[in-house]
């Protein structure tokens, strides 16, 4: 089992930067990927970002050259950097990983103003 906790969602206006991190309740050691999913209003949860253990990051093309996804092993934390936003990326953002089980934290919100 793993605990997932969000933060870092606010309100911004578009062009702004946001990070957003999800702190864990223990080590990455069997984590094999992790990601960041968002969901808007009235549409379907997405994928945003991921990284799978010894592979490279993924991206939705629409964030592709915006936003940064990292984690920092030591801190048992997972980010997303995110820059010019955009006001479609205003949404709940979710992170996600996975061992043997599939692990989700409650969400931050992310509200962008044009």
């Known amino acids: 089992q793993v605990q997932l906790v969000e933060s870092g969602g606010g309100l911004v206006q578009a062009g702004g930067s946001l990070r957003l991190s999800c702190a864990a309740s223990r080590s990455f050691f069997s984590i094999i990927s992790m990601g960041w999913y968002r969901q808007a209003p009235g549409k379907q949860r997405e994928l945003v970002a991921s990284?799978?253990?010894?592979?490279?990051?993924v991206y939705a093309d629409s964030v592709k050259g915006r936003f940064t996804i990292s984690r920092d092993n030591a801190k048992k934390t997972m980010y997303l950097q995110m820059s010019n936003l955009k006001p479609e990326d205003t949404a709940v953002y979710y992170c996600?990983?996975?061992?043997?089980?599939?692990?989700w934290g409650q969400g931050t919100q992310v509200t962008v103003s044009s």
């Open positions: 996600q990983m996975r061992d043997y089980g599939t692990y």
């Open positions: 990284i799978t253990t010894g592979g490279p990051p």
